[in-house]
């Protein structure tokens, strides 16, 4: 028993003594400030998700890291900046769900989404709430579903935008309960309200942190979110599963993404650096606060995350007939 002890020790220090130089060359880094790029405008949860990542990493590393806001193209703009920047990880992206839904809506992307990017870390999820106007009338998932079958082609539901986590969780509804509803897009989710409010449209889904406010003051009606767990803020509001569509699961959510071709220790570094951060208790209850499940896990895990996200997102613009444009 010991003779296999000693050689097990001795195996495992003969292996850490091959690696010295990967620890070394995360320890050199960062050399510079870095540069989060946020592909959309300043205000929503990858934003908010970044400038409290770059505050505590400024604090930890004693380097600066600039919020570069790069809006434009649901997301990808800002997200073929990084693609394309030397792969050193003094430049990330902080991506949206957008990103694992961008090939099914953009048939030639400047960028492969998985091969031009080193996953990093997720870094949070939101739930999405399905919401009604108070002119309709239902009370449940249940109710909804029923009256949309008993009047066909009546329902409409309005979204932030073509391609977005909120139009598709709509679509994946629309396919799952076997409802005839026409998409209405806006820009942004918030100039979707007073048209959803006054009853002009039938529903959405939208973040609990943008539409947190008008459900509070009775103007909307929550009936359901789109995670597998309710959220924190809407405590008494049952998940799709539990409101009566079994397998029913969205959310938008937030990751970072370095170029592909970053070394790996500087990943392990960054992933466990952002991981640390997103556990801290100032952190997560801003970000809880906000509607915002604060992420974590591998980069390895995350990379797997967006395949699956990918593959969910291709079945649901096929269903919708949904062609790449």
């Known amino acids: 028993m010991h003779r296999r002890t000693f050689a097990a020790t001795a195996a495992l ?29 300043p205000g929503g ?7 409290l990542i770059g505050q505590k990493l400024t604090e ?5 890291v600039v919020i570069d806001n790069r809006a434009g193209a649901t997301g990808i703009i800002g997200t073929d900046l990084v693609a394309k920047s030397p792969p050193d990880g003094h430049m990330l992206a902080l991506v949206a769900s957008s990103h694992a839904i961008n090939p099914s809506m953009v048939s030639k992307l400047p960028f492969d989404t998985v091969k031009s990017f080193e996953p990093v870390a997720l870094t949070h999820v939101v739930p999405l ?3 009604v106007s108070p002119e309709l009338p239902v009370k449940s998932v249940k109710e909804l579903i029923a009256y949309g079958k008993a009047n066909p082609g009546k329902l409409t539901f309005a979204s932030s935008g073509n391609g977005g ?7 994946l509804f629309k396919s799952m309960a076997g409802l005839q509803m026409t998409h209405i897009p806006y820009k942004g989710s918030t ?23 008008q459900i509070k003051a009775g103007r909307l009606r929550a009936l359901a979110v789109t995670t597998t767990r309710r959220s924190s803020v809407l405590p008494d509001v049952p998940t799709m599963q539990e409101a009566g569509v079994p ?12 170029p592909a071709g970053t070394p790996k220790a500087t990943v392990a570094r960054l992933n466990a650096e952002v991981n640390r951060i997103l556990a801290l208790p100032e952190v997560r209850k801003t970000l809880q606060d906000n509607g915002i499940e604060p992420g ?30």
């Open 13 to 41: 220090l003969a292996f850490a003594g091959a690696l010295p130089a990967v620890p070394a060359l995360a320890q050199n880094f960062p050399t510079k400030s870095i540069t989060i790029v946020v592909p959309a405008s």
């Open 45 to 51: 949860a990858i934003d908010l998700a970044a400038r």
């Open 60 to 64: 930890a590393w004693g380097q600066p």
């Open 129 to 131: 709430v399905l919401i």
């Open 165 to 171: 986590a909120p139009h598709f969780s709509g679509e």
């Open 191 to 213: 100039l979707a309200h007073p048209d959803l409010i006054s009853g002009r449209t039938s529903l959405m889904f939208d973040t609990v942190a943008a539409a947190n406010v």
């Open 247 to 258: 397998g029913y699961e969205t959310s938008t959510w937030g990751g970072l993404l370095a």
């Open 296 to 325: 974590s896990g591998t980069p390895q895990q995350f990379g797997d995350f967006i395949g699956t996200e990918m593959l969910k997102w291709s079945k649901v613009a096929k269903d919708a007939g949904i062609q790449p444009e």
